[in-house]
């Protein structure tokens, strides 16, 4: 494994939330929620494919697999750790006085809460998701990531960052800052930042030239062409990401309007309203 010091971590997490959650879950069954440590499972092992898979290699030679390695960490492990709303259960593996010194960090008025409720406003992440997923696709960016280690590192810290940052306004994980935000405006964020992406995608897809050199070696026997590679590229930031955007805009239409009924259920002896026939009406 070329990557021990990332592996430890994310095994350290897995292995923290479940200890944490099994604690929770004995204080709180059944109210804990089965699915959560399945899409914590699903983000962790997101992480690992992206990072210490195989994958990593080829994203050095292939732009298509640097950018499927790139929808890992943005479309799938970033929702997936929010969806599994991970804090309580990260709380209660700590030790008491540890978990009382952590939530004190997060209490009303706290500085690291109020930071954190300011970043995760929907204008903010909004444009700290899109100008981190630009930035990073400016030629020079790309290419000094790609010979350097600690810029790759860096580059994939900030694209996952985003993501959380982009994702939460939408999921609400805890802590939760108020009220959630309305449908409705979660759907235009979510549509305007597929929309913002796609442009991303499809202006690479679309590039007459190879816009990054260290993908412009001519292929081997049955390999794809530079340009190939880059269009197809595209396509996968364009489609992957796209897919799972307009996913979650679904998700939050038929919740929306399966918690919205316009008409009220009728009970039996009732009018429309909900009032008895016999009650007599107000004067």
Do not use: K, N
């Amino acid at each position: 494994m070329h990557r021990p010091g990332i592996f430890v971590l994310l095994l350290l997490l897995g292995v923290a939330y479940a200890a944490g959650w099994w604690r929770l879950s004995r204080r709180a069954w059944p109210r804990v929620a089965w699915w959560r440590p399945a899409l914590t499972l699903a983000g962790l092992g997101s992480l690992a494919l992206a990072l210490l898979s195989p994958l990593d290699a080829l994203a050095h030679r292939r732009f298509v697999a640097h950018m499927a390695q790139h929808m890992l960490l943005i479309a799938v492990a970033a929702p997936a750790l929010l969806l599994a709303d991970p804090l309580a259960a990260l709380l209660w593996a700590l030790p008491t006085w540890a978990r009382i010194r952590v939530g004190r960090l997060l209490v009303r008025g706290a500085p690291v809460r109020s930071v954190w409720r300011a970043l995760t406003r929907m204008p903010v992440a909004w444009c700290a998701y899109a100008g981190v997923l630009w930035l990073w696709h400016v030629p020079w960016a790309y290419e000094w990531a790609l010979g350097h280690r600690v810029a790759h590192d860096l580059e994939h810290l900030a694209f996952f960052a985003g993501a959380i940052l982009f994702w939460w306004p939408v999921i609400g994980p805890a802590p939760r800052f108020g009220r959630a935000v309305h449908p409705g405006l979660r759907v235009v964020y979510l549509v305007t930042g597929a929309l913002q992406s796609a442009a991303l995608g499809l202006s690479i897809a679309a590039s007459p030239v190879v816009l990054y050199a260290s993908y412009a070696a001519p292929p081997g026997p049955g390999g794809l062409a530079p340009l190939e590679d880059q269009a197809l590229g595209g396509v996968v930031m364009w489609g992957g990401g796209g897919a799972v955007d307009m996913l979650a805009v679904l998700l939050l239409l038929h919740r929306f309007f399966s918690t919205h009924d316009p008409e009220p259920q009728r009970r039996p002896g009732t009018d429309g309203r909900g009032r008895r026939r016999d009650a007599a009406p107000l004067p």
